[in-house]
């Protein structure tokens, strides 16, 4: 299986400040199609996960474009430009690729400073 | 709308069978990948298996050997077995709509999640 390592676990921000969350794959997610296999959810209190990217650095639907996913292969890193309140929760990188098992990253608790 | 609602037991006793459906409104065809994920107290996320193509079934190796999943379009329902539970199945379970295609497998539309205790 996929191993996927997220860093940091904890990020303490502050209002209007930027995010920046890692996501390390024990495996290449790059496809010959040129598409790397990776997402990005964001769980808030409470709720169930929400996707937020798809492809590494697609936004899915009705996502802020203050949130934006970059790398690829084995390194991929989301960011947040300015953080929000709306943005507290934790954050999960999964690998997508086109079969199973798909494996998710330890998450990574975005908190107000 | 697409929604999706899990039920079943939230206590279970060890050893027992833990059974969970999920019902969808707002559109269930055979071109979803219908999933279940669960999340351990204080942990992460684990994706448990899917549903597609009106029978086909794919399990996490980990879980492989226990769970199954089946689906009855005519009730807009999917459903998921977990044999001889321990009290490392306690969780929230989740059900969720997935997509797989070229824009690889996602999951945009989840329940809300039903937590579920293991306990004699």
């Known amino acids: 299986d996929i191993v996927m390592t997220q860093s940091p676990l904890s990020l303490p921000v502050s209002l209007g400040e930027p995010a920046s969350i890692s996501c390390r794959c024990s495996?290449?997610?790059?496809?010959?199609?040129?598409?790397?296999?990776l997402d990005w959810y964001l769980q808030r209190p409470g709720q169930p996960p929400q996707l937020l990217i798809y492809?590494?650095?697609k936004r899915a639907p009705g996502v802020p474009d203050r949130f934006s996913g970059s790398g690829s292969g084995t390194d991929f890193t989301l960011k947040i430009s300015r953080v929000e309140a709306e943005d507290v929760g934790v954050y999960y990188c999964?690998?997508?690729?086109?079969?199973?098992?798909?494996?998710f990253g330890q998450g990574t608790k975005l908190e107000i400073k | 709308q697409v929604r999706l609602q899990e039920s079943g037991p939230r206590l279970v006793k060890p050893s027992e069978t833990l059974s969970l459906t999920c019902t969808v409104s707002?559109?269930?065809?055979?071109?979803?990948?219908w999933t279940w994920v669960r999340q351990s107290p204080g942990k992460g996320l684990e994706w448990v298996g899917y549903?597609?193509?009106?029978?086909?079934?794919d399990y996490n190796p980990s879980l492989k050997s226990r769970v199954t999943i089946t689906e009855d379009a005519s009730k807009h329902q999917f459903s998921m077995n977990l044999d001889s539970v321990t009290a490392a199945d306690t969780a929230v379970y989740y059900c969720?709509?997935?997509?797989?295609?070229?824009?690889?497998?996602?999951?945009?539309?989840w329940g809300q999640g039903i937590p579920v205790i293991v306990s004699s």
């Open positions: 969720a709509r997935g997509n797989l295609g070229l824009d690889g497998y996602n999951l945009i539309y």
């Open positions: 999964m690998q997508a690729q086109q079969t199973p098992p798909y494996t």
């Open positions: 492809l590494g650095s």
């Open positions: 495996q290449s997610l790059l496809y010959s199609n040129g598409y790397n296999y």
């Open positions: 549903t597609y193509y009106s029978g086909n079934t």
């Open positions: 707002g559109g269930f065809s055979e071109i979803y990948y």
